[in-house]
């Protein structure tokens, strides 16, 4: 009997006793959800009763719903955050966005569709209700645009309960549309990498596999969470089941037609010393398998591989520092320091494997090695974020995989940012090998809860929301990384080579700046009689609104919407003596735009001269016969906002 009834002081519910052996007796005849399947039920019973054409197919309620939901259009737009931004001039991109991650991604669809090389997720796992999934924001309820500046009571927000009928459906319902958006977003030659563990492992694979294409699956790789010896695994879970030691990395492709860099590491002075070095060297002691490799040939001990295998793997690395990496080459690296190959012994103390083995091996700074995954460790606390986030990713991990499908100037993408491990990855990787790669952190300001010694911590910090943890965390990486680059010796080689420089902007998710998104057609009228409304509508509410925004904000919505990256550079160009013309140019494409409330005649004339460029303008800056003249001088390159 369930605590609700023996409150209510009730007899057995014989029927609930029922279904539960049921179920118990026969899982196959319910849902996923736990309810009964009726026309499964009824095919036992006469298979005649149900009619249907069986396919294969991945169902669960709501998903007509959610996939719909991923392509209607968006209301809002992105603000600058001037005051939290890091380092704004040296952004080249970098962006941290405050705000729900779907609207944030239909928001970048327009400028950054199929531009994004790699994205990392690690969304929810779907343990007891741990995630926000409310996608239904009414702008006439304003439940989410009044929440999102932060009220009293803060976000609001649904969590997802196993005592819901649904838990798996919300699940699902929740990351279906922004896979979607994602594959939008990814480019044709990049790919996705998705963290989760064993809960939903199963209905992540098929909900990728309907995203993506089961023939873009390209592998799944194996974490570990954290170490436990086999009895701790016994004892805490009441000796009922093993305690899951692994957390995955599933990866899907846009296309077939994928190819991985390959990935080369650092070895960890933990593997070297206790047994789990994969480097050039072998255990055993045979004259056959020593050779010179760069010029060193060792007088006891082996090299892992015979000769021909072993030079070929040493100009493979070579080959690697110089198409990916930008570093010195070993020569480079031994002649200014002088080292070359090093002594070691191996288990110093004695413990661990091989106690006291001693080894000849390649120096490890400059040295990238192959290795296995299950060296990782799914979570990795650092000193930017200690003790102010639960089990942060390892963003070492996010490196290799960055690293394995990345070159120079790609975007980044993690929608889940969390605490921001994926930016510290780009950072670190950018400054390693000098490549220019841009990160887009996405994370909700979702309140942080006190329930946990990590919350109170935060709490006790002055942070409020998990999107300020993400922020702070990417501003102590950076300064982090700028103080490393003032005390880096020896000094720089190449004078002409500048100290690495590195920030971010911040933008919040926000209500469009243009008071129209708030207009609602009259479906009892035609649409030319709605437009004619609308266009009304426009000329009461906009003009005195928009002169009491910030400018700023009215270029990047209106460039955003158009197609333009939020990286774009503007300058005013001088040639236009009556109104302010600006330059527009992002990573791919550039425009000219005036945000003036009237446009001159002077400046139809002075447009002749940049008739082969797109000029964007306000609609009601423009007269009927100033709006015919600039679509007969531009065409299709006239856009009227």
Same mark, same amino acid.
């Given at each position: 009997m369930s605590e609700l009834d023996k409150k209510l002081?009730? &007899?057995? #519910?014989l029927n609930k006793e029922r279904l539960k052996k049921l179920k118990s007796l026969f899982p196959d005849l319910f849902t996923v959800e736990g309810k009964p399947n009726l026309d499964e039920m009824k095919k036992i019973i006469d298979p005649d009763l149900? =009619?249907? &054409?069986e396919r294969f197919e991945f169902k669960w309620f709501g998903k007509s719903e959610a996939k719909r939901l991923a392509f209607t259009p968006s209301k809002a737009t992105l603000i600058y955050d001037e005051e939290r931004s890091v380092n704004p001039e040296y952004a080249y991109g970098n962006m941290i966005i405050e705000g729900e991650n779907l609207e944030t991604m239909k928001c970048l669809l327009a400028g950054y569709r199929e531009t994004v090389k790699c994205i990392y997720i690690d969304p929810p796992y779907n343990v007891d209700g741990d995630f926000v999934y409310n996608d239904h924001w009414e702008e006439s309820k304003t439940d989410y645009w009044e929440h999102i500046g932060v009220s009293v009571d803060g976000i609001k927000?649904? &969590? +997802? /309960?196993?005592? /819901?009928?649904?838990?798996? /459906? +919300?699940?699902?319902?929740?990351?279906?549309p922004r896979l979607l958006l994602a594959r939008q977003l990814l480019s044709n030659d990049g790919a996705i990498f998705v963290s989760i563990g064993d809960e939903e492992y199963h209905n992540m694979r098929k909900i990728l596999d309907e995203v993506f294409g089961e023939e873009n699956y390209r592998n799944t790789i194996s974490t570990r969470r954290y170490d436990k010896n086999i009895n701790r695994q016994f004892i805490e879970n009441g000796l009922s089941t093993f305690n899951v030691g692994f957390e995955y990395v599933i990866c899907y492709s846009k296309s077939p037609e994928f190819k991985f860099n390959p990935i080369y590491r650092e070895a960890s002075e933990e593997r070297q010393n206790y047994g789990y070095w994969k480097g050039f060297w072998n255990n055993a002691d045979r004259k056959t398998m020593r050779y010179d490799i760069l010029g060193f040939e060792p007088e006891t001990g082996q090299w892992k591989w015979k000769e021909e295998r072993g030079l070929q793997a040493v100009a493979n690395y070579q080959e690697y520092l110089k198409k990916y990496s930008k570093s010195e080459s070993l020569e480079d690296y031994w002649k200014r &320091?002088?080292?070359k190959l090093e002594f070691i012994r191996r288990n110093p103390d004695g413990k661990g494997m091989n106690k006291g083995v001693e080894h000849w091996i390649p120096p490890t700074t400059g040295i990238l090695r192959n290795t296995n995954w299950y060296d990782f460790f799914a979570s990795k606390d650092t000193e930017e974020i200690s003790g102010l986030f639960d089990?942060? =990713?390892?963003? #070492?991990?996010?490196k290799c995989l960055i690293q394995s499908?990345? /070159?120079n100037g790609d975007i980044i993408l993690d929608y889940f940012a969390g605490s921001g491990s994926t930016g510290q990855a780009v950072y670190e990787l950018?400054?390693? #090998?000098?490549?220019n790669r841009k990160v887009i952190l996405v994370q909700l300001p979702e309140l942080i809860k006190d329930d946990t010694e990590t919350g109170k911590t935060a709490l006790s910090l002055g942070f409020n929301k998990i999107s300020e943890i993400t922020i702070e965390r990417n501003k102590r990486v950076i300064q982090k990384l700028e103080k490393e680059e003032a005390e880096k010796q020896p000094p720089l080689l190449d004078s002409n080579k500048k100290p690495f420089k590195t920030g971010f902007k911040v933008y919040k998710l926000a209500k469009s700046n243009f008071p129209r998104v708030d207009f609602a057609p009259d479906p009892a009228k035609t649409e030319e009689e709605n437009?004619?409304?609308?266009?009304k509508y426009i000329d009461k509410k906009e003009a005195m609104f928009l002169a009491m925004v910030d400018e700023n904000n009215i270029f990047d919505e209106v460039l955003l919407k158009n197609g333009f990256m939020l990286n774009y550079s503007k300058v005013k160009v001088d040639d236009f003596s009556k109104n302010k013309v600006f330059q527009i140019k992002d990573d791919f494409k550039e425009c000219l735009i005036c945000m003036d409330m009237n446009l001159a005649k002077e400046t139809l004339k002075e447009l002749e001269q940049f008739k082969d460029k797109i000029f964007i303008c306000l609609e009601r800056a423009l007269d009927t016969t100033m709006k015919w003249n600039l679509k007969h001088l531009l065409g299709d390159k006239m856009i009227a906002f």
């Amino acid at each position: 009997m369930s605590e609700l009834d023996k409150k209510l002081i009730q &007899t057995p #519910d014989l029927n609930k006793e029922r279904l539960k052996k049921l179920k118990s007796l026969f899982p196959d005849l319910f849902t996923v959800e736990g309810k009964p399947n009726l026309d499964e039920m009824k095919k036992i019973i006469d298979p005649d009763l149900v =009619k249907e &054409t069986e396919r294969f197919e991945f169902k669960w309620f709501g998903k007509s719903e959610a996939k719909r939901l991923a392509f209607t259009p968006s209301k809002a737009t992105l603000i600058y955050d001037e005051e939290r931004s890091v380092n704004p001039e040296y952004a080249y991109g970098n962006m941290i966005i405050e705000g729900e991650n779907l609207e944030t991604m239909k928001c970048l669809l327009a400028g950054y569709r199929e531009t994004v090389k790699c994205i990392y997720i690690d969304p929810p796992y779907n343990v007891d209700g741990d995630f926000v999934y409310n996608d239904h924001w009414e702008e006439s309820k304003t439940d989410y645009w009044e929440h999102i500046g932060v009220s009293v009571d803060g976000i609001k927000i649904d &969590t +997802n /309960s196993e005592s /819901s009928g649904r838990f798996h /459906s +919300n699940w699902l319902n929740m990351l279906f549309p922004r896979l979607l958006l994602a594959r939008q977003l990814l480019s044709n030659d990049g790919a996705i990498f998705v963290s989760i563990g064993d809960e939903e492992y199963h209905n992540m694979r098929k909900i990728l596999d309907e995203v993506f294409g089961e023939e873009n699956y390209r592998n799944t790789i194996s974490t570990r969470r954290y170490d436990k010896n086999i009895n701790r695994q016994f004892i805490e879970n009441g000796l009922s089941t093993f305690n899951v030691g692994f957390e995955y990395v599933i990866c899907y492709s846009k296309s077939p037609e994928f190819k991985f860099n390959p990935i080369y590491r650092e070895a960890s002075e933990e593997r070297q010393n206790y047994g789990y070095w994969k480097g050039f060297w072998n255990n055993a002691d045979r004259k056959t398998m020593r050779y010179d490799i760069l010029g060193f040939e060792p007088e006891t001990g082996q090299w892992k591989w015979k000769e021909e295998r072993g030079l070929q793997a040493v100009a493979n690395y070579q080959e690697y520092l110089k198409k990916y990496s930008k570093s010195e080459s070993l020569e480079d690296y031994w002649k200014r &320091t002088g080292q070359k190959l090093e002594f070691i012994r191996r288990n110093p103390d004695g413990k661990g494997m091989n106690k006291g083995v001693e080894h000849w091996i390649p120096p490890t700074t400059g040295i990238l090695r192959n290795t296995n995954w299950y060296d990782f460790f799914a979570s990795k606390d650092t000193e930017e974020i200690s003790g102010l986030f639960d089990y942060p =990713k390892n963003h #070492d991990v996010i490196k290799c995989l960055i690293q394995s499908c990345e /070159s120079n100037g790609d975007i980044i993408l993690d929608y889940f940012a969390g605490s921001g491990s994926t930016g510290q990855a780009v950072y670190e990787l950018n400054r390693i #090998d000098g490549l220019n790669r841009k990160v887009i952190l996405v994370q909700l300001p979702e309140l942080i809860k006190d329930d946990t010694e990590t919350g109170k911590t935060a709490l006790s910090l002055g942070f409020n929301k998990i999107s300020e943890i993400t922020i702070e965390r990417n501003k102590r990486v950076i300064q982090k990384l700028e103080k490393e680059e003032a005390e880096k010796q020896p000094p720089l080689l190449d004078s002409n080579k500048k100290p690495f420089k590195t920030g971010f902007k911040v933008y919040k998710l926000a209500k469009s700046n243009f008071p129209r998104v708030d207009f609602a057609p009259d479906p009892a009228k035609t649409e030319e009689e709605n437009l004619a409304l609308l266009n009304k509508y426009i000329d009461k509410k906009e003009a005195m609104f928009l002169a009491m925004v910030d400018e700023n904000n009215i270029f990047d919505e209106v460039l955003l919407k158009n197609g333009f990256m939020l990286n774009y550079s503007k300058v005013k160009v001088d040639d236009f003596s009556k109104n302010k013309v600006f330059q527009i140019k992002d990573d791919f494409k550039e425009c000219l735009i005036c945000m003036d409330m009237n446009l001159a005649k002077e400046t139809l004339k002075e447009l002749e001269q940049f008739k082969d460029k797109i000029f964007i303008c306000l609609e009601r800056a423009l007269d009927t016969t100033m709006k015919w003249n600039l679509k007969h001088l531009l065409g299709d390159k006239m856009i009227a906002f």
